[in-house]
Structure formats: structure tokens, C-alpha cells
């Protein structure tokens, strides 16, 4: 059984920083693309960022600068060092996996985390 576990959402000010961890299991990470992606009320999901299994990163265009995806292999885990964080920035994030990530439709993963909840206050 395949479990993503997210963990470091929380309430920050605008223009802080945040950390967001995930660690798998049940599946053999190294293969598998992992994501961050996020909802924000009443707006559709989004990708957030995305690293592949040979260390290839994508971002959305509103984090590009701010965040940085990266993966550790040997724990099973992946990071989102989020900094000058924006009210806007405020979500759920979702951590995800797949096998078979594509540019040309990074929403479609394979599994989800149950998200963890990502507040900015003006």
C-alpha cells in the first residue's frame, strides 16, 4: 500500500518561509517522479513543482525564484523549502508520485498524500 505523508504546513506571515516534507512508502521511490501540488478555495488544483527521478525540476510560474523541489532517495522523502511567501501562496498542499510524469499534463499522478494545509496572513 502506497502512503505519502506530508508534514511542515502551518500559519506564517507574508514574507516567511515555510518547509514542506513528504515521505513515501509502499512504492520504490527512486523511480517515480514526485510533485507538490496545491488548492487554493474555490480554485482549481495546481502544480507546484516537480522533480523526476533523474533529478529534473518543473515549478509553476507564481513559485518560480521562491521555492525549490529536491529529494532525498536514501529516506524516501521529498522537500519544499518555500521562502517570501504571499497571501496567495495560501493552499492545501498535496504531496504526489508517478511513474510517468509528462510536461504536457503534470496534474495527472498516480498518488496522493492527504495535504497538508499552507496559511499566509497580510
Known amino acids: 500500500q502506497v502512503q505519502l505523508v506530508e508534514s511542515g504546513g502551518g500559519l506564517v506571515q507574508a514574507g516567511g518561509s515555510l518547509r514542506l516534507s513528504c515521505t513515501a512508502s509502499?512504492?520504490?521511490?527512486?523511480?517515480?517522479?514526485m510533485a507538490w501540488l496545491r488548492q487554493a478555495p474555490g480554485k482549481q488544483r495546481e502544480l507546484v513543482a516537480a522533480?523526476?527521478?533523474?533529478?529534473?525540476?518543473n515549478y509553476g510560474d507564481s513559485v518560480k525564484g521562491r521555492f525549490t523541489i529536491s529529494r532525498d532517495n536514501a529516506k524516501n522523502t521529498v522537500y519544499l523549502p518555500m521562502n517570501s511567501l504571499k497571501p496567495e501562496d495560501t493552499a492545501v498542499y498535496y504531496c504526489a508520485a508517478t511513474r510517468y510524469y509528462t510536461l504536457s499534463n503534470p496534474l495527472a499522478m498516480d498518488y496522493w498524500g492527504k495535504g497538508t494545509l499552507v496559511t499566509v496572513s497580510s
Open positions: 509502499g512504492l520504490t521511490f527512486r523511480t517515480y517522479t
Open positions: 522533480i523526476t527521478s533523474s533529478g529534473s525540476t
